[in-house]
């Protein structure tokens, strides 16, 4: 069983940054990739990114595609997502979801509010 804990979201200006955080336990070594998604008020939630744990291939969508970064501490088993230049469109509840052999597992998600 695996389980994430989201952490980092909050309040940040229009072209600032923030940097979310995905800590997972449990059977980590069964994850196979790890992806970010968003839910925006009012919206269906969206895919944001996805990493590939065996070949460290990276996608993302086109609307974050060179703002925001997936990236993996091994050793703390926790995935990062950091956005830059962020925009009030980028207004969301995020939520990394791990993928492992017959499983999906959500986190509980973290709000991210951009506006000034």
């Known amino acids: 069983q695996v389980q994430l804990v989201e952490s980092g979201g909050g309040l940040v200006q229009p072209g600032g940054s923030l940097r979310l955080s995905c800590a997972a336990s449990?059977?980590?070594?069964?994850?196979?990739?790890m992806s970010w998604f968003r839910q925006a008020p009012g919206k269906e939630r969206e895919w944001v990114v996805t990493q590939v744990s065996a070949d460290d291939i990276r996608a993302y969508a086109d609307s974050v595609k060179g703002r925001f970064t997936i990236s993996r501490d091994h050793a703390k088993n926790t995935w990062y997502l950091q956005m830059n230049s962020l925009k009030p469109e980028d207004t969301a509840v995020y939520y990394c979801r791990a993928r492992g052999p017959g499983y999906y597992v959500w986190g509980q998600g973290t709000p991210v509010t951009v506006s000034s």
């Open positions: 449990g059977f980590t070594s069964s994850i196979t990739a």
